[in-house]
């Protein structure tokens, strides 16, 4: 570690991970950023920065070369977004198309001692059980025992399919699979539902996404969504004074743009459709230092010209797993501030999953976490991953040229990881009084009172929203029209 604390880093010995995170681009070459420059001293600042105490565990990576480049890495199935692993096994035929009943105890459930069966267990250490596992799915926690895989049995693991899906994929085999999940892995939505942020903020109406059976688009009349597995959520929204449930959607069509956040549980029409709740796990012990996450302000950016390829520093061009090409993102950058100004808080860190268990639209000083501290073996909050040069025709992909640091906390009532380069020490300000609404207000655009930007009502109810370029701040229309006034 180059930096002046003392901090134990506990490796682990044959750490590597059999489970990957999709990407968010493609066509694009990451820069080699060498050990000790951007990708290796300024990670270790990253945790300097953050108080990080001499007693805090960290977790580390220790696979050799030769073991990365024996090891049949899974692949991402396509550049989109927080899309889907590459899934090219047979669906066994005892998988059940309709999942039984969740536990019936509330949002939260008991939690698990099941560990399940390992795939192939010579490639995980230090492993823990899942917190609930309540269809005694292959499930296992990697490195910490907040490191958790979905407890989820279904192809693909993250994504939570319908069973039109699980009998589609019965004999596939090979890549065709992965067009199945992408397509036919969608549930049905009713018309006019909203996309919400972590905090409640209204993203944009939910539309399209639906597909035939043949696998062509198609006109529903009601939108379909990608769900991930066992993510439920209670909240309160902006414009609703009612605390109701909510699942995580991934990639789809609101206001216009590719985004993630929550729907209405209740908006799913589909009847085998079950509610699992399997939040990350909870902690009580957390650092006294306060900590906001970075805005694109932070990064030398205005919010609304905002773009992660540009903005970020060069080593969050690197890969975030061993033999990556340059057809998917798989890079740091997808776990730090991305493009719409949106974080993402990581159910798990990136090789054991990276599926999104939140997300949230960034503003400066104005989204708190709290972090964890990492004083137990078994429940470490800081993990180390290597970061590597992109596979081509000249390079295996798996030469380590940077690294990285996940830390895991709380925010806003959710616990999950988050890159440690993403927040900075500081409190969040008063928070202003009033929320964005569309009750009573005719179609138009209006400033929003919570934040520098407007919202966008159509038939009672937001559809999109504007930015301002900081320093200037929305002051109108207020009224018809669809383009923000900024002063």
Request: proline content about 7%; hydrophobic content about 35%; charged content about 20%.
């Given at each position: ?100 009943d969740p536990p019936m105890t509330g949002l939260l459930a008991s939690e698990s001692s099941s560990v399940g069966i390992l795939t192939d267990p010579t490639w995980w250490s230090a492993q823990f059980s899942c917190p609930k596992n309540p ?7 990697r490195g910490s025992a907040y490191n958790c895989q979905f407890a989820n049995n279904q192809p693909g693991r993250n994504r939570y399919l319908p069973p039109r899906a699980i009998r589609a994929l019965r004999g596939v085999h090979g890549t ?254 008063s928070a202003p009084t009033g929320s964005d609404t569309c009750v009573g207000k005719a179609d138009g655009l209006y400033c929003s009172p919570i934040n520098p930007g407007a919202f966008e009502c159509k038939n009672g109810s937001i559809a ?24």
């Amino acid at each position: 570690m180059s930096t002046s604390r003392t901090i134990r880093r506990l490796p682990v010995p044959s750490l590597v991970f059999i489970a990957l995170a999709a990407g968010c681009s493609s066509g694009e070459t990451a820069p080699t950023v060498p050990v000790g420059s951007g990708g290796g001293s300024s990670a270790d600042a990253d945790l300097a920065a953050l108080d990080v105490g001499d007693d805090e565990l960290v977790a580390d990576e220790a696979a050799s070369e030769e073991e990365l480049l024996a090891t049949d890495w899974p692949q991402a199935s396509d550049a989109a977004p927080d899309g889907d692993l590459l899934d090219t096994a047979e669906t066994p035929d005892d998988l059940p198309e309709i999942l039984p009943d969740p536990p019936m105890t509330g949002l939260l459930a008991s939690e698990s001692s099941s560990v399940g069966i390992l795939t192939d267990p010579t490639w995980w250490s230090a492993q823990f059980s899942c917190p609930k596992n309540p269809l005694n799915a292959s499930c296992t926690c990697r490195g910490s025992a907040y490191n958790c895989q979905f407890a989820n049995n279904q192809p693909g693991r993250n994504r939570y399919l319908p069973p039109r899906a699980i009998r589609a994929l019965r004999g596939v085999h090979g890549t065709a699979r992965n067009a199945i999940i992408e397509k036919l892995g969608r549930w049905d939505l009713a018309a006019g539902e909203q996309l919400y942020d972590g905090s409640g903020t209204a993203r944009g109406v939910v539309e399209g996404g639906c597909y035939s059976d043949a696998m062509a688009p198609t006109n529903l009349g009601h939108p379909c969504v990608k769900i991930n597995f066992g993510q439920l959520k209670k909240m309160t929204v902006a414009g609703s004074a009612t605390e109701k449930q909510y699942v995580y959607a991934f990639s789809v069509d609101a206001g216009g743009h590719s985004a993630s956040g929550w729907v209405a549980a209740a908006g799913i029409t589909d009847p085998a459709f079950k509610r699992y709740d399997l939040p990350p796990r909870a902690g009580s012990s957390f650092a006294a230092t306060s900590y906001v996450v970075k805005s694109a302000e932070d990064y030398g950016c205005a919010p609304a010209s905002y773009v992660s390829t540009t903005c970020l520093p060069a080593w969050a061009q690197l890969k975030i797993r061993p033999k990556s090409g340059p057809d998917v993102s798989e890079k740091a950058r997808d776990y730090m501030l991305r493009d719409g100004n949106v974080l993402n808080l990581a159910y798990q860190t990136p090789l054991v999953g990276g599926a999104a268990t939140d997300t949230f639209v960034v503003s400066a000083g104005a989204l708190a976490f709290k972090r964890l501290k990492s004083t137990s073996a078994s429940h470490r909050t800081i993990l180390r991953i290597a970061l590597y040069e992109t596979k081509d025709a000249t390079h295996a992909g798996t030469k380590v040229v940077g690294k990285m640091y996940f830390v895991y906390g709380e925010m806003a009532g959710r616990f999950g990881w988050v890159a440690a380069a993403a927040i900075k020490k500081g409190t969040v300000a008063s928070a202003p009084t009033g929320s964005d609404t569309c009750v009573g207000k005719a179609d138009g655009l209006y400033c929003s009172p919570i934040n520098p930007g407007a919202f966008e009502c159509k038939n009672g109810s937001i559809a999109s929203g504007q930015y301002c370029v900081a320093p200037k701040k929305c002051v109108g229309p207020n009224g018809p029209g669809t383009t923000i006034v900024c002063q």
